[in-house]
């Protein structure tokens, strides 16, 4: 049974750096073609896709945040991890881990509940 | 402005059938077979419905289908019931460079 579990801070400053870590079971991130990707969701707005990590370490930035973003992961610990620098009001949303499978290109098929981040003073 | 184009709301009868589009580019649902589709029920996490264009993971019912015509994906929910109202957003990959782009979301309402 596959799970991931968002963490992090709920409020952050502008300008901080927002950590957040996604603590997952029931698959191994050392596995063939499987990876962890980062979606946000602004309320009330749609769904966008910010990091992915695979199996073999290769990660992958949405071109409008690569500047702000690192994903590392730390396949001893379940654990994958997204930073995101200078944050502003605009990036207030909840952020969701998610699975992607092996045999995928760009689907997920299990997601973390998500965990709300408020960028606020 | 998200990168893949969906109407902002469809509505349907229990029983009847509702189809929800995603128009994007040659860049991305036009380009490759990878369009999945997600529900989202309100304060819930998104689900997997369809992947690869038509094909259903295990759990979800027949009564969904996929199916992709040039640059615009369809998601098609046949016998409509009341637990299928929910937001859909459909999302495809777009090449190594941006990877993949979810659409704005529609929201399927069931009168």
Not at chain 1, 6 to 26: A, D, H, I, R
Not at chain 2, 67 to 80: D, R, V
Not at chain 2, 94 to 105: D, K, N, Q
Request: hydrophobic residues 30%; contains cysteine.
């Amino acid at each position: 049974q596959i799970t991931l579990k968002e963490s992090g801070p709920t409020l952050v400053k502008p300008t901080q750096t927002l950590t957040l870590t996604c603590t997952f079971s029931g698959f191994s991130l050392s596995t063939n073609g499987v990876g962890v990707g980062w979606i946000r969701q602004p309320p009330g707005k749609a769904l966008e896709w910010l990091a992915l990590i695979y199996w073999n370490d290769d990660k992958r930035y949405s071109p409008s945040l690569k500047s702000r973003l690192t994903i590392t992961k730390d396949t001893s610990k379940n654990q994958v991890v997204l930073t995101m620098t200078n944050m502003d009001p605009v990036d207030t949303a909840t952020y969701y881990c998610a699975h992607r499978p092996p045999s995928g290109w760009f689907n997920f098929d299990y997601w973390g509940q998500g965990t709300l981040v408020t960028v606020s003073s | 402005q998200s990168a893949l184009t969906q109407p902002r709301s469809v509505s349907g009868s229990p029983g009847q059938s509702v189809t929800i589009s995603c128009t994007g580019t040659s860049s991305d649902v036009g380009g490759y077979n990878y369009v999945s589709w997600y529900q989202q029920h309100p304060g819930k996490a998104p689900k997997l419905m369809i992947y690869d264009v038509s094909k259903r993971p295990s759990g979800v019912p027949d009564r969904f289908s996929g199916s992709k015509s040039g640059n615009t994906a369809s998601l098609t929910i046949s016998g409509l019931q009341a637990e299928d109202e929910a937001d859909y957003y459909c999302c495809s990959y777009a090449g190594s460079y941006t990877l993949g782009v979810f659409g704005g979301g529609t929201k399927l309402t069931v009168l």
